[in-house]
């Protein structure tokens, strides 16, 4: 991925999807620990690891927060908007994540890290279709609702907030992401029912699966 358009992407989204300082901090934290993750190929590219891992212990202290509730829902926000999946730890283990980028381009890959060992998951940038199974998709023109993180001459991408990455050819899986978004009249009705923050997601989340049963029984 690149550190640069998604940082701009992210908030170029917020501009149309405003939220509070934890939920950007969150966000902004785990791409720094998604790029601090990168491994070098075989072929001697840096490559960003689809997942990694992050402690609870440093979640606490970057965000001020000793709560762990209060950690899990600003986790849940970030996994409710679509920009994250999470799997818990076990054992003691760190909990997985992994960033959904908004640089749709991007395809997975697998790769040998440099120097041997098994294979790592890891996003495959635009331009290096020649090392992926099916080549990298073209770029293609921004979709309706889209935005546009073209903040400067360097980074023309789009933000596809609708559907989740999977391989080429691979069938749907229920990522969180595929839940239906919320018009902001909906919105606006849960956030008058609904004044404590832990309440309104659960409010958003449960209608979004409504939404997404209703669709399906069509």
Same mark, same amino acid.
């Given at each position: 991925m690149n550190y640069l358009t998604e940082h701009l992407s992210f908030y170029a989204w917020l501009k149309k999807n405003p939220r509070g300082t934890p939920f950007q901090s969150f966000w902004n934290y785990l791409l720094t620990r998604n790029n601090a993750a990168a491994i070098r190929?075989?072929?001697?590219?840096?490559?960003?690891?689809?997942?990694?891992?992050?402690?609870?212990?440093?979640?606490?202290?970057?965000?001020?927060?000793?709560?762990?509730?209060? !950690?899990?829902?600003?986790?849940?926000?970030?996994?409710?908007?679509?920009? !994250?999946? @999470?799997?818990?730890?076990?054992?003691?283990?760190?909990? &997985? @994540?992994?960033?959904?980028?908004?640089?749709?381009?991007?395809?997975?890959?697998?790769?040998?890290?440099?120097? &041997?060992?098994?294979?790592?998951?890891?996003? %495959?940038?635009?331009?290096?279709?020649?090392?992926?199974?099916?080549?990298?998709?073209?770029?293609?023109?921004?979709?309706? @609702?889209?935005?546009?993180?073209?903040?400067?001459?360097? %980074?023309?991408? @789009?933000? %596809? !907030?609708?559907?989740p990455y999977r391989y080429e050819g691979e069938p749907p899986v229920p990522y969180f992401n595929q839940l239906p978004m919320l018009t902001s009249e909906e919105m606006e009705h849960l956030s008058a029912i609904h004044k404590d923050d832990a309440a309104l997601v659960e409010a958003i989340w449960a209608m979004k699966e409504q939404k997404k049963q209703e669709e399906e029984s069509r």
């Amino acid at each position: 991925m690149n550190y640069l358009t998604e940082h701009l992407s992210f908030y170029a989204w917020l501009k149309k999807n405003p939220r509070g300082t934890p939920f950007q901090s969150f966000w902004n934290y785990l791409l720094t620990r998604n790029n601090a993750a990168a491994i070098r190929g075989e072929d001697g590219v840096m490559y960003w690891p689809v997942w990694f891992e992050v402690d609870n212990s440093d979640l606490r202290r970057i965000l001020d927060e000793q709560d762990a509730k209060r !950690i899990w829902e600003h986790r849940r926000r970030l996994i409710a908007a679509g920009l !994250i999946e @999470y799997t818990p730890g076990s054992g003691g283990k760190s909990g &997985g @994540y992994a960033l959904v980028p908004f640089d749709r381009a991007q395809t997975r890959l697998q790769v040998i890290p440099q120097g &041997g060992g098994e294979a790592v998951t890891v996003w %495959n940038p635009p331009g290096n279709s020649s090392r992926t199974a099916g080549g990298a998709p073209l770029e293609g023109p921004a979709e309706q @609702y889209a935005v546009s993180s073209d903040l400067n001459s360097l %980074n023309t991408k @789009y933000i %596809n !907030i609708k559907e989740p990455y999977r391989y080429e050819g691979e069938p749907p899986v229920p990522y969180f992401n595929q839940l239906p978004m919320l018009t902001s009249e909906e919105m606006e009705h849960l956030s008058a029912i609904h004044k404590d923050d832990a309440a309104l997601v659960e409010a958003i989340w449960a209608m979004k699966e409504q939404k997404k049963q209703e669709e399906e029984s069509r």
